[in-house]
């Protein structure tokens, strides 16, 4: 008889409120490895917080919250951390961009962090901003760039350490047409290739169109879309 394979992440019977503000309330999911998931519905819905559970960035009031095997709910905060600084890729809705480092040392940090030689992180950095049309922005500090520019260096950090778990939150609210679809290939083509998991909260049919799988949270429980 072969054995089951437990899911990738798995959330069960998940709760979460703000004061007295219930976001999640008795929210189960699982999602396999390498999946390209698409988190739809309404704003304060619960779709970051959603993401936000499964990074590590916020603990659960109650329920499991497991990834990779390890139920995060139990981790003391120094562990969430190296596992985030190791093995996630976050894309924050607000960019959360250090004001004090140029762009090319914001993209830098997560390599930085994990101790990859001085030559290397240059050479990864300066690749993936060229990538994004951002070469020319690489010295410049977050403030001097435009809303659509800083998106894109949150995605370049992100990704640069290739992460096996990705989870962007409207990565592509900023952007025109054009960028906003090399944005998405690019979460796309380095999930794929490392068979990493792609967790989206957006807004966009278009990318929920190009997913895998959708999902919608409503009244506090996570549902596959029709």
Same mark, same amino acid.
């Given at each position: ?9 798995? #959330? ?15 929210? +189960? !999911? ?5 999946? /390209? @998931?698409?988190?739809? &519905? ?6 970051? %917080?959603?993401?936000?559970?499964? &990074? *590590? !960035? ?11 095997? %390890? ?5 003391t905060? =120094? ?9 996630? *890729?976050?894309? /924050?809705?607000?960019?959360n ?7 090319s040392?914001?993209?830098e #940090? ?7 030689a ?9 690749? #993936?901003?060229?990538? !994004?049309?951002? &070469?020319? +922005? ?6 001097? $760039?435009?809303? *659509?520019?800083?998106?894109? @260096? ?10 096996? #778990?990705? !989870? ?10 054009? =960028?906003a679809?090399? @944005? ?17 909260? =957006?807004?966009?049919?278009? $990318? ?5 799988r959708v999902? %919608?949270?409503?009244? *506090?429980?996570?549902?596959d879309?029709?």
């Open positions: 008889m072969n054995a089951v394979t437990p899911a990738w992440i798995e #959330l069960d019977n998940v709760s979460k409120r703000y004061g007295q503000q219930p976001v999640l309330n008795g929210a +189960c !999911l699982t999602v396999e490895r390498g999946q /390209f @998931v698409a988190v739809m &519905g309404r704003s304060g819905s619960g779709k970051s %917080t959603l993401l936000r559970l499964i &990074g *590590g !960035l916020e603990a659960a009031d109650s329920g499991s919250v497991c990834v990779d095997g %390890t139920d995060l709910t139990v981790l905060e =120094t562990e969430r951390a190296r596992r985030r600084r190791q093995g996630l *890729g976050f894309v /924050f809705q607000s960019f961009l250090i004001p004090t480092l140029t762009v040392e914001n993209v #940090l997560p390599l930085a962090l994990n101790g990859v001085e030559a290397d992180v240059r050479r990864r950095s300066r690749e #993936l901003l060229e990538e !994004l049309g951002l &070469g020319s +922005c690489a010295n410049r500090f977050p403030e001097d $760039i435009s809303g *659509g520019e800083q998106q894109r @260096v949150a995605v370049a950090r992100a990704v640069i350490h290739e992460p096996k #778990l990705v !989870l962007a939150d409207e990565p592509t609210g900023n952007l025109d047409v054009d =960028t679809r090399h @944005v998405l290939e690019l979460l796309q083509r380095t999930c794929r290739d490392r068979n990493a998991t792609l967790l989206v909260a =957006t807004h966009s049919a278009e $990318i929920a169109g190009q997913a895998a999902l %919608t949270i409503r009244a *506090g429980r996570i549902e879309a029709p």
